[in-house]
């Protein structure tokens, strides 16, 4: 089978449900997809700050498979923080290119509240970039799903594209259409996610910046960089990804609160 995006979509619709009925462990399909599905994707998108994996479950097969796209600024796995997302639905029918966010830290810190908590920022994602409508749909998405982990996944997605899975675009229209959604990924990054800025300027009081009357450009800058140094996760896996040096504003890493090593 050639690795395109194509062949991988159509490899999951087609062959999921047959091999969900089998064991998970030791299973060639699911290795498959896990080894070559994130390699199809990273020759693709051809971007090393990105980290990139392909899920289909741990230990039991999952209800909704996903391709994730991530930023170690702002999200170190999908249970939090915001990330671009294919979400097939549980019949395979559907595929969903997303602009999603974690739903399990959500959940863990909003109890039975987390619904209004995951629209209410994914209403602050499209308001961040607006630029979303020319390409993709804020309507919500239909995954089909029994789990309540699929009826999560559902507020959490701020915009997405559908794609019929027996009907796929050719492999350019999917691949433009993940650029883009990269492209709107890049720009949300940069213009604080879902973050409040009002509350977020009060980092800078920790830093050596303080007092500072930099523009708020830089002033922003120097925010996106103090709040991935006080998350060591966050620090750590964009060493790993970037180097030492920050993308955000080009900062070495540990330059505001001492180097962690």
């Known amino acids: 089978m050639d690795n395109t995006l194509n062949s991988l979509i159509k490899n999951v619709s087609t062959n999921y449900l047959v091999n969900k009925s089998k064991p998970l462990k030791g299973n060639q399909f699911a290795k498959y997809i896990r080894r070559n599905g994130p390699k199809i994707l990273d020759d693709l998108l051809n971007r090393k700050n990105l980290k990139i994996e392909c899920s289909i479950g741990q230990g039991n097969w999952a209800e909704i498979p996903w391709f994730g796209i991530f930023n170690p600024e702002v999200a170190l796995s999908a249970a939090k923080g915001i990330y671009v997302v294919y ?3 549980a019949d395979m029918t559907r595929l969903y290119l997303c602009q999603g966010q974690g739903v399990t830290a959500v959940k ?6 987390q619904y209004d908590e995951l629209a209410r920022r ?5 308001a961040r970039v607006p630029e979303f409508v020319s390409n993709f749909s804020h309507q919500k998405i239909e995954l089909s799903g029994k789990t309540s982990l699929a009826r999560e996944y559902e507020p959490a997605i701020a915009y997405s594209k ?7 675009p050719e492999e350019n229209e999917l691949f433009d259409d993940l650029v883009e959604a990269v492209k709107l990924y890049d720009l949300l990054v940069s213009r604080g996610g879902t973050d409040n800025f009002e509350t977020a300027v009060d980092l800078i009081e920790e830093t050596k910046f303080a007092g500072s009357k930099a523009e708020i450009v830089e002033t922003k800058r120097y925010i996106r960089h103090s709040k991935i140094e006080r ?3 966050a ?5 790993k990804v970037l180097g030492t040096k920050c993308e955000g504003c080009g900062l070495s890493f540990g330059y505001i609160y001492g180097d962690r090593g």
């Open 87 to 89: 979400l097939f639905s």
């Open 108 to 113: 863990s810190d909003f109890g039975r509240y």
């Open 122 to 126: 994914s209403a602050l994602i499209r």
């Open 162 to 168: 559908v794609y019929q899975t027996h009907a796929l």
């Open 231 to 233: 998350n060591t996760k």
């Open 235 to 239: 620090a750590d896996s964009a060493k």
